[in-house]
Antibody, heavy 121, light 107 residues
C-alpha cells in the first residue's frame, strides 16, 4: 500500500522559512516523479512543485518560483520542500503526491494526508 | 499558462440522478485531462485520467469524455457518497493546473 507521510508544517511568521518533508513507502520511490500540491483554506487545489524520478529536473509554479526549493533523497525515500520568504498567501494544506504512473507528468494517483502551513504574525 | 474553467460552480441533484460536470481549457490539452473527487477533510482521489480512463477501483458509474478543450465527467446514477467537490486537471504543459472545482451537493 502506498503511503505518503508529510511533516514539518506549523505556524510561521511572514518572511520566515519552513521545510516540509514527505516519507514514502509501499512503492519503488526512485521510479516516480513526486509533486507538492497545496490548498488554501476553503479554496481549490494549486500545483506547487514537482521533481523528476532522478531528481535531475524540478518544476515550480510561478507563485513560488525563486522562494521554494524541492529536492529528494531516493536512498531515504523522501521528498522535501524548502519554503522561504513566506507570505500569508502561502497559508495552505500542503499535500505530498505521487504520480499514477512513472511518467513525469502523470496525473496524481496517491496523496498524503497533508500538512498545514499557517503564515501569520 | 492553460486555464481550466469548470461549470457549473455548484450542482444540486438528488441521489439516483445523472450528473454532468464540464471542464473547458483555454487551449488544447489533447487528451491529457484528469478528474479528482475531494470530500471534506480528505485528500483528493483520482477518478479519471487521460480524459476517459477510470483509475483503479473507481466504480463504473463514473465516466469521462472529451478531447482538445472540452471535457465532461458523468456520474450515471448518484450515490450518497458521490456528493463532494470535483476538480479537473491538465498535464499537457507545465504547470499542470487545476480547475476551480464543481461542488456537487444534495438537492
Amino acid at each position: 500500500e502506498v503511503q505518503l507521510l508529510e511533516s514539518g508544517g506549523g505556524l510561521i511568521q511572514p518572511g520566515g522559512s519552513l521545510g516540509l518533508s514527505c516519507a514514502a513507502s509501499g512503492f519503488t520511490f526512485s521510479n516516480y516523479a513526486m509533486t507538492w500540491v497545496r490548498q488554501a483554506p476553503g479554496k481549490g487545489l494549486e500545483w506547487v512543485s514537482g521533481i523528476s524520478a532522478s531528481g535531475g529536473t524540478t518544476y515550480y509554479a510561478d507563485s513560488v518560483k525563486g522562494r521554494f526549493t524541492i529536492s529528494r533523497d531516493n536512498s531515504k525515500k523522501t521528498v522535501s520542500l524548502q519554503m522561504n520568504s513566506l507570505t500569508a498567501e502561502d497559508t495552505a494544506v500542503y499535500y505530498c503526491a505521487k504520480g499514477y504512473s512513472t511518467q513525469t507528468t502523470a496525473p496524481i494517483g496517491s496523496w498524503g494526508r497533508g500538512t498545514l502551513v499557517t503564515v501569520s504574525s | 499558462e492553460i486555464v481550466l474553467t469548470q461549470s457549473p460552480a455548484t450542482l444540486s441533484l438528488s441521489p439516483g440522478e445523472r450528473a454532468t460536470l464540464s471542464c473547458r481549457a483555454s487551449q488544447s490539452v489533447s487528451g491529457y485531462l484528469a478528474w479528482y473527487q475531494q470530500k471534506p477533510g480528505q485528500a483528493p482521489r483520482l477518478l479519471i485520467y487521460d480524459a476517459s480512463n477510470r483509475a483503479t477501483g473507481i466504480p463504473a458509474r463514473f465516466s469521462g469524455s472529451g478531447s482538445g478543450t472540452d471535457f465532461t465527467l458523468t456520474i450515471s446514477s448518484l450515490e450518497p457518497e458521490d456528493f463532494a467537490v470535483y476538480y479537473c486537471q491538465h498535464r499537457s504543459y507545465w504547470p499542470p493546473g487545476f480547475g476551480q472545482g464543481t461542488r456537487l451537493e444534495i438537492k
